[in-house]
């Protein structure tokens, strides 16, 4: 069984920058495909980015460009770092692991553990 925690949200100002970090235990998440999602208040869960294996990536349409996912099977972590941020960036930030390796889903359903989540809010 594999636990994610994620940290580095927080409070921010537009055009900032944060990194946020997903650390697991309890399993390697060197031979899965990575992924962050984001949920505003009222909004559905959305598509951030996903990494796989081999070191494909994958981004929303709305952070293309902005936002930079990396892992470091070394200290079996994931990151997101986050720069030229938005208002609309504001959201709370999961990291969740898919079996599904090499491939990459957009759909929540495709992975099957999940961290708690990390406040990050943007200010304008």
């Known amino acids: 069984q594999v636990q994610l925690v994620e940290s580095g949200g927080g409070l921010v100002q537009a055009g900032g920058s944060l990194r946020l970090s997903c650390a697991a235990s309890?399993?390697?998440?060197?031979?899965?495909?990575m992924g962050w999602f984001r949920q505003a208040p009222g909004k559905a869960r959305e598509f951030v980015a996903a990494l796989t294996a081999s070191g494909a990536t994958r981004y929303g349409d709305s952070v293309k460009g902005r936002f930079t996912i990396s892992r470091d099977n070394a200290k079996n972590t994931v990151y997101l770092q986050m720069n030229s941020l938005k208002a609309e960036d504001t959201a709370v930030y999961y990291c969740?692991?898919?079996?599904?390796?090499?491939?990459?889903?957009?759909?929540?359903?495709?992975?099957?553990?999940w961290g708690q989540g990390t406040q990050v809010t943007v200010s304008s």
């Open positions: 969740a692991r898919s079996p599904s390796s090499p491939y990459i889903y957009t759909a929540p359903t495709y992975y099957n553990a």
């Open positions: 309890g399993r390697a998440l060197s031979s899965y495909t």
